[in-house]
């Protein structure tokens, strides 16, 4: 046993005298230090320029800036082992958050120091100056079929440096819809695509001491809630829908908020917040009761949307919309904000150019094969244009008409209906009008769309919009000193569905009926016509009680 146990521990030592001087003759790995080269940039802001307010910390922050405003920085190139990279020369890039760089787009290192100013706008909250070393460069272009298509690739090591904390304020509800300097060639927020949280409190400039909030809940809907900031009362631009996708259970008309924050976006031309977070004004005991607004018409006035105002810069062949043009900082500044619609006129008229019953304006007239023959019989007649409806509320049949020269012909071999239907005494001049002149203006609805001879008194809305969205529309009063008289003001779409559930617009005794005051939000809908609608409120003042459920 004995001489069994030695010669195994001879074959270990043997092994291990082979193993050593394996390793003797030479190692199986290699120790290399690291490449040095550029791993980062530190980045110091020495002095900002056009600013006002306070000395730029936390507890006195600069105010949100107008214009734009100068950094002054000084800059190193930081190699792998934390020193000054002497040897690195040469661009990198500037970015700012949240902000926007306008001058320059980038920056010169020589022998590893930068140092300059650098211009930027739309700065707010906590802000940061970064230096990133990539830059966009010419690549190989992409073949797309038998194109060949130029591409911009990056090009650097992605190192990157940011400067100290810039303290600015948080921007007002107005700062973030509107601002001279950074939007007036188009509609869209002043501060688009941005993670912001409001500056709600703002006790020295809005209505109330207590310390709390100054934002107002003025709307609570399905998706979502309207605040007006009423710190700038009196200067519009002052008002916001939080989109919330979701009732929001927390919340009522009527509340204060002390903190709002969210993800501002443009939906169809309306300035929004998605994904909000808020906090309302509470005690100590976290009751809001004592900060609720009883009465918020008297704390924020519906504004009345006139007549003027929504031919503000339109032109005469869209003034029969309301709003019609981007370009109308008028009634822009009452986006999202409680208005007041008076002595209005209702829908005549709902016309149906869904003919497939998808809630979709067709392509294609009708899926009928008679309806077909009778349309390709009504198109062989000299100078005619196919005219078509289909279930007017007021006369459910199917109609066909033609036009000769501006003119319903009542002997086409289809037009079975005279003008729309309308005798002789209702339609002395049988001159063919559009009766929907909103979606007439759209590409490919024309065609689809009903044009009839329809008294000037008479407006109509389109049945899908209505049973899709629930939007009808109404007639604000005509201009008295138009010239020649109207009959009608420019129309404006109106919603009703989650207020006034039962109340049918369709209705006989609610066709063309007029109705003293309409009051609720104010929203833009780019796609529609007309862009502008008011989704009618809650208040006991905002429908008469006559149409009330």
């Known amino acids: 046993m004995a001489k069994k146990t030695m010669r195994v521990l001879a074959g270990v030592l043997g092994t291990g005298l082979v193993l050593l001087a394996g390793l003797a003759a030479g190692p199986c790995v290699e120790q290399r230090s690291l490449e040095n080269g550029l791993a980062s940039f530190r980045v110091t802001v020495v002095e900002v320029q056009g600013i006002a307010g306070g000395d730029g910390t936390l507890a006195a922050p600069w105010d949100v800036p107008e214009?734009?405003?100068?950094?002054?920085?000084?800059?190193?190139?930081?190699?792998?082992?934390?020193?000054?990279?002497?040897?690195?020369?040469?661009?990198?890039?500037?970015?700012?958050?949240?902000?926007?760089?306008?001058?320059?787009?980038?920056?010169?290192?020589?022998?590893?120091?930068?140092?300059?100013?650098?211009s930027v706008r739309k700065v707010f909250g906590r802000t940061t100056l970064w230096i990133e070393d990539v830059r966009w460069v010419p690549g190989p272009p992409a073949q797309a079929g038998m194109d060949s298509v130029e591409q911009i690739v990056p090009e650097g090591t992605w190192a990157a440096g940011v400067s100290n904390i810039l303290h600015f304020a948080n921007p007002s509800l107005r700062q973030v819809q509107y601002q001279?300097?950074?939007v007036l060639k188009n509609?869209?927020?002043?501060?688009?695509?941005?993670?912001?949280?409001?500056?709600?409190?703002?006790?020295?400039?809005?209505?109330?001491?207590?310390?709390?909030?100054?934002?107002?809940?003025?709307?609570?809907?399905?998706?979502?809630?309207?605040?007006?900031?009423?710190?700038?009362?009196?200067?519009?631009?002052?008002?916001?829908?939080?989109?919330?996708?979701?009732?929001?259970?927390?919340?009522?008309?009527?509340?204060?908020?002390d903190r709002?924050?969210?993800?501002?976006?443009?939906?169809?031309?309306?300035?929004?917040?998605?994904?909000?977070?808020?906090?309302?004004?509470?005690?100590?005991?976290?009751?809001?009761?004592?900060?609720?607004?009883?009465?918020?018409?008297?704390?924020?006035?519906?504004?009345?949307?006139?007549?003027?105002?929504?031919?503000?810069?339109?032109?005469?062949?869209?003034?029969?919309?309301?709003?019609y043009s981007k370009a109308s900082f008028v009634i822009e500044a009452l986006e999202s904000a409680r208005v007041r619609l008076e002595d209005v006129h209702t829908t005549d008229l709902f016309l149906d150019c869904d003919f497939n019953s998808d809630l979709e304006l067709p392509l294609i007239s009708t899926d009928n094969p008679e309806e077909y023959a009778c349309r390709d019989a009504c198109l062989k007649h000299d100078g005619a244009t196919l005219l078509t409806v289909k279930r007017v509320r007021a006369k459910p049949e199917t109609l066909w008409a033609v036009s000769t020269e501006g003119r319903c012909d009542a002997d086409a071999d289809c037009a079975s209906l005279r003008c729309g239907g309308w005798t002789d005494e209702d339609a002395l001049d049988h001159v063919c009008r559009v009766i929907c002149p909103w979606?007439?203006?759209?590409?490919?609805?024309?065609?689809?769309?009903?044009?009839?001879?329809?008294?000037?008194e008479f407006i109509c809305s389109e049945l899908s919009t209505l049973e899709q969205f629930g939007q009808w529309g109404v007639a604000l009063p005509p201009d008295p000193a138009a010239d020649p008289p109207?009959?009608?003001?420019?129309?404006?779409?109106?919603?009703?569905?989650?207020?006034?559930?039962?109340?049918?617009?369709?209705?006989?005794?609610?066709?063309?009926?007029?109705?003293?005051?309409?009051?609720?939000?104010?929203?833009?809908?780019?796609?529609?016509r007309p862009r502008w609608l008011v989704i009618i409120g809650h208040g006991p003042n905002d429908v008469p009680p006559e149409i009330r459920d």
């Open 67 to 118: 214009n734009d405003v100068g950094l002054v920085f000084v800059a190193e190139a930081i190699d792998q082992h934390g020193a000054r990279m002497l040897d690195y020369a040469g661009e990198a890039r500037f970015r700012i958050t949240p902000g926007e760089i306008v001058d320059p787009a980038t920056v010169t290192f020589f022998e590893g120091r930068a140092s300059g100013t650098v």
């Open 180 to 182: 001279p300097e950074w």
């Open 187 to 257: 509609d869209t927020s002043a501060l688009a695509d941005r993670f912001v949280e409001f500056d709600c409190k703002r006790d020295a400039t809005g209505p109330f001491t207590d310390g709390h909030g100054q934002l107002l809940v003025t709307g609570i809907f399905n998706e979502g809630f309207f605040v007006t900031d009423l710190a700038d009362q009196g200067l519009g631009f002052n008002h916001l829908y939080s989109y919330s996708y979701s009732y929001p259970e927390d919340l009522d008309e009527g509340d204060r908020l």
């Open 260 to 323: 709002l924050v969210g993800t501002t976006q443009d939906f169809s031309g309306c300035t929004q917040i998605g994904f909000p977070a808020w906090t309302r004004a509470m005690d100590a005991n976290h009751d809001n009761r004592p900060f609720k607004v009883a009465d918020i018409d008297a704390a924020v006035p519906p504004a009345p949307i006139t007549t003027e105002m929504c031919r503000d810069d339109s032109k005469p062949t869209d003034a029969h919309q309301c709003g």
């Open 439 to 456: 979606e007439a203006d759209i590409t490919d609805i024309r065609p689809n769309c009903m044009q009839l001879t329809v008294k000037p």
């Open 486 to 528: 109207e009959v009608n003001g420019p129309q404006i779409s109106v919603i009703s569905r989650e207020t006034l559930v039962t109340y049918d617009p369709t209705a006989q005794e609610n066709l063309g009926r007029d109705i003293a005051v309409l009051q609720g939000n104010l929203r833009q809908v780019r796609a529609a």
